[in-house]
C-alpha cells in the first residue's frame, strides 16, 4: 500500500494568514485528492490534484480560498488562504494506487486558526 | 443528490462478539465501495473494498456485503476486539465519475471489555 506523508501535522495559525500543507507519497500514484474533515463530522472532498494543470474544486470550494499544486506525480501542496476560525479542521491527502482502485489516506494535517 | 448514509451512528459491542456496521447509497452508477477505519487521531485506514460486480468479499475478520437492489453496504467484524474501537465509514466511487469518494456519516464502533 502507498504510504503518504503529510506536513504539518498540526498547527496553530493565525486568523488572517496562509499555511501550505505539503502531501508526499512513498509511490506513483494515479490521482491525488485533497478533504477536509471537521471535528467529529465525515470527510469532504475539496478537490482532485491534477499534476501539471490546475485542480478540479467541488462545490464550495474554489482556487483563491485553497489553492493547490501537484508538480509530480507523487508530491501535492494544499494552501488554505487568509484563513478563519471556520477553517479550523483536518486536511487529509489521499491517493490512489497506480495499480488497481484503493484509495489511501495521509494522517492528516490538523489545523486550529486563532 | 447523492449521498451515501449510516444507520446507526454508535454501536456498542461486547468483546469477542461479532459487529455489524451498516451503510446505505443512493447512487446507483457507483461501482467501487470501501469502508475505512479511523481512530481518534489519525487518517481513515484502508479496510477493505468491494467492486460491484461482486456481493461478497472477505479480509482478515472482516467481511464486506453489498446489496445492490437496495443499496445496501454493511462490514462485518468477527470476535471484536478492544482495537476495533474507531469510527467507521463507508464510501463509496463512481468509476466513471473521477473516482472521487463520497463517504458516508460514519459510525462510532465502541467495545465493552
Known amino acids: 500500500s502507498a504510504v503518504i506523508s503529510q506536513k504539518p501535522s498540526r498547527d496553530i495559525c493565525q486568523r488572517g494568514t496562509s499555511l501550505t500543507i505539503q502531501c508526499q507519497v512513498d509511490?506513483?500514484?494515479?490521482?491525488m485528492f485533497w478533504y477536509r474533515q471537521q471535528p467529529g463530522q465525515s470527510l469532504t472532498l475539496i478537490a482532485t490534484?491534477?499534476?501539471?494543470?490546475?485542480?478540479?474544486?467541488e462545490s464550495g470550494f474554489v482556487i483563491d480560498k485553497f489553492p493547490i499544486s501537484r508538480p509530480n506525480l507523487t508530491f501535492s501542496t494544499l494552501t488554505v488562504s487568509n484563513m478563519s476560525p471556520e477553517d479550523s479542521s483536518i486536511y487529509l491527502c489521499?491517493?490512489?494506487?497506480?495499480?488497481?482502485?484503493?484509495?489511501?489516506f495521509g494522517e492528516g494535517s490538523w489545523l486550529t486558526v486563532v | 443528490g447523492e449521498s451515501v448514509g449510516l444507520h446507526l451512528p454508535t454501536l456498542s459491542v461486547q468483546e469477542g462478539d461479532n459487529s455489524i456496521i451498516n451503510c446505505a447509497y443512493s447512487?446507483?452508477?457507483?461501482?467501487?465501495f470501501i469502508w475505512y477505519k479511523q481512530e481518534s487521531g489519525k487518517g481513515p485506514q484502508f479496510i477493505i473494498d468491494?467492486?460491484?460486480?461482486?456481493d461478497k468479499r472477505q479480509g482478515q475478520r472482516v467481511t464486506v456485503l453489498l446489496n445492490k437492489t437496495v443499496k445496501h453496504l454493511s462490514l462485518q467484524i468477527a470476535a471484536t476486539q478492544p482495537g476495533d474501537s474507531a469510527v467507521y465509514f463507508c464510501?463509496?466511487?463512481?468509476?466513471?465519475?473521477?473516482?472521487?469518494?463520497?463517504f458516508g456519516t460514519g459510525t462510532q464502533l465502541k467495545v465493552e471489555l
Open positions: 489521499s491517493a490512489q494506487q497506480l495499480s488497481g482502485n484503493t484509495i489511501y
Open positions: 509511490s506513483q500514484v494515479t490521482m
Open positions: 490534484a491534477n499534476q501539471g494543470s490546475e485542480a478540479t474544486y
Open positions: 447512487n446507483s452508477a457507483s461501482d467501487y
Open positions: 468491494i467492486r460491484s460486480n461482486m
Open positions: 464510501a463509496e466511487n463512481n468509476s466513471g465519475g473521477g473516482n472521487k469518494l463520497t
